[in-house]
């Protein structure tokens, strides 16, 4: 017999030894999550329900894998036969083997991104529709997985996420329409219709629907609070025959709205499940009582949320340090020195991170730390100046300065429509394997050659190179950069890419860092240097790559932990975000970030508000 007791805290206890009925257990930052529901599965196996009747749902299939070995480890290999993955996942298992129900082959093909964009890119074509400004791929593969996730009608999701082109919402739903027939066609699913169509099995097919009700005692679901909608009614649906259902998470951890979770599920299951057994984990591990004592206080006056208090399990330490500051530059250089200075007292580098509320808030300190020499991973992505949106900048920047710069030539031609790598390398050999943007009979050449389609946006691109040296802009590269964004650039990223306003954020904290070099010239050798020291970091053996402080998001972050942290940009505007500020609801999620934040350290904290 396993001594439950022994192992567990009190409430840890409670919750994996409940009995049979609904279970929400809210489970508070670092205190435990995964250890009670690994506790769970191994009371569940030894109380005599058979393995294969539990299933285990979880976001990643790295998690299901983790917390089914540990329950192995606990009650001795007898987990094996336990269904367990993500949502999607356990949908495909259903699909394999009923989805001629549904009209499908049983090896009906899963399209990955790419295969999904270019299906998208084939139906745009067949409908003939005004390609120059219609949405890319990614930007409408987006909208419809929005849709997808909400249960929202298309045209809703669509709203003003593209007001700025000149495009009928009724042509994006007829691209929406030919996908979904394509696909069909295809006998092929893309992610999303994988949870919509295990979900649509299931209630269209009572037989199929009641076998998996009754097969399935107990259902176990980790992280609740990012659930979207079609996950929540898929556990729901699961779970209706037995109600043995047990959700774990904490709706102040409920930060992922912007894609598609839904925090009403959480807050709504007591009134879905009358009666419900709630079980709070409160006794936090990780972080000193100091730490604590901040994030209680910052998400304490929340509305809609169940009532939690951290307690701490640890001895006190020093309070966390709020360091207000002159400026993004001041601030960089702060978290330098700081980082010199926890080094020297035994902290190592990859025992530190840096969070943020959003990407381009780490410009400066990308920079300051290459400087410095200091090694640096990102964890939220690649670098700012290695992401596509910013790489259109530098090569505008670029073909200014640099006449055999072919690379960025081609970069910025190949943001005309209609303009391909073909075509591009036509125009550099008529030019002579050169483009001085300071030589106007070149530039005028170049007008000429560019096709009719295209013509009118290099027109405005064109023009902007003649102002770079007409009005020597080199000395004021934050002006050349603002007016290629406004003139050119905003309206490509809205069709281009997805999240524009976030990316075109990233393009205006360009423009404030170029001012700090002497000019242009020097800002683009300067990126150049940043880019290959980050290149030189990457080929370096594991055991040295380990010892890198980290830069993450806050959104990346999530279930992370250091022993040092700095949250950078803790001003208003910047964390929480200008976006948010004033709108319903979202100033309660900026709060719930910023607990998110606070509550990955463990020992010391750093809150830098320049």
Known sequence: ??????????????????????????????????????????????????????????????????????????????????????????????????????????????????????????????????????????????????????CLPLTDVIGTSLDELPVEPGEIVRVHAAYEQRKQQLGAMDFDDLLLNGLRLLREHADICQGYQQRFRHILVDEYQDTNLPQAQLVDLLGAHHRNVMVVGDDFQSIYGWRGADFRNIMEFPKRYPGCNIVKLERNYRSVPEILEVANACIAGNPEQFQKTLRPTRPARAKPRVLYLRDGDDQAKTVVRLVHRYLQDGFRLNQMAVLYRAHFHSIELQMELSRAGLPHTITSGVGVFEQAHVKDVLAFLRVCCRPDDRLAFGRLLGMLYGVGPKAVETYWEKLGGRFDSQNEAQRAALCVMVKPAARAEWQVVDQLLGDFHRENLARNGGEIIARFFDRFLHAYLQRAYENADKRADDVQEVAVQIMQSPDVPAFLSEVALLTNVDHTYAKQGAEEVAEKLQLCTVHQAKGMEWPVLFVIWVTEGMFPSSRTLGEAGDDAEERRLFYVAVTRAKDELCLCAP
């Open 1 to 150: 017999m396993i001594p439950f007791e022994q192992l567990l805290n009190p409430e840890q206890h409670a919750a994996a030894t409940a009995g049979d009925g609904p279970l929400l257990v809210l489970a508070a930052a670092g205190t435990g999550k995964t250890r009670t529901l690994v506790y769970r599965v191994a009371y569940l196996v030894e109380r005599g329900n058979p393995a294969d009747s539990l299933l285990l749902l979880t976001f990643t299939n790295r998690a299901a894998r983790e917390m089914i070995t540990r329950a192995e480890e606990v009650v001795s290999g007898v987990t094996g036969g336990i269904w367990s993955g993500t949502f999607h996942h356990v949908c495909n298992r259903f699909l394999r083997r009923y989805a001629d129900r549904l009209g499908f082959r049983h090896d009906f093909t899963i399209l990955d991104r790419d295969d999904s964009g270019s299906l998208i890119d084939e139906c745009v074509k067949t409908l003939k529709l005004n390609r120059k400004d219609f949405p890319k791929r990614e930007v409408l593969s987006s909208l419809f997985g929005s849709a997808a996730n909400r």
